[in-house]
């Protein structure tokens, strides 16, 4: 069976509000890391206004964690995006588009009834490593 171990990294946030998951788990020649928002490491509230300004922590943040784990964005084969309102597609998508290389990994993209303290914007993901 291969092992599973824990990715951490202090530049991007701790799992949200003390909740019992890991910000990734690395399995074989993958990661998976759990959904981030746009929060700061270190601090408790969501920084950015807007789908954009999110979109870019949210990034930053899953950036910060590949990297940890030996791999990064452009080593992304699936993500899941999650949106407090599907009106904000294009401003996600906009960003989005920026990072993920010319190879973009496969994704969906859902509405959600509501994200954790009203974020916009939640991004998990899965990358070779």
Do not use: W
């Not at 994704?107 to 939640?122: C, F």
């Amino acid at each position: 069976m291969v092992e599973k171990s824990v990715v951490r990294t202090e530049r991007a946030p701790a799992p949200f509000q003390g909740a019992p998951y890991s910000q990734a788990i690395r399995v074989g020649d993958f990661v998976f890391v759990s959904g981030q928002l746009a929060l700061r490491p270190g601090e408790t509230q969501l920084s950015g206004d807007t789908i954009g300004e999110q979109t870019e922590l949210v990034l930053t943040n899953l950036a910060a964690i590949l990297e940890e784990a030996g791999s990064g964005l452009d080593q992304l084969v699936k993500t899941t995006v999650f949106l407090a309102n599907l009106a904000d597609f294009q401003g996600m998508n906009e960003v989005y588009a920026r990072h993920v290389g010319t190879v973009p990994p496969a994704r969906s993209t859902v509405e959600a009834a509501a994200l954790p303290s009203g974020a916009l914007v939640e991004i998990e993901a899965i990358a070779a490593v």
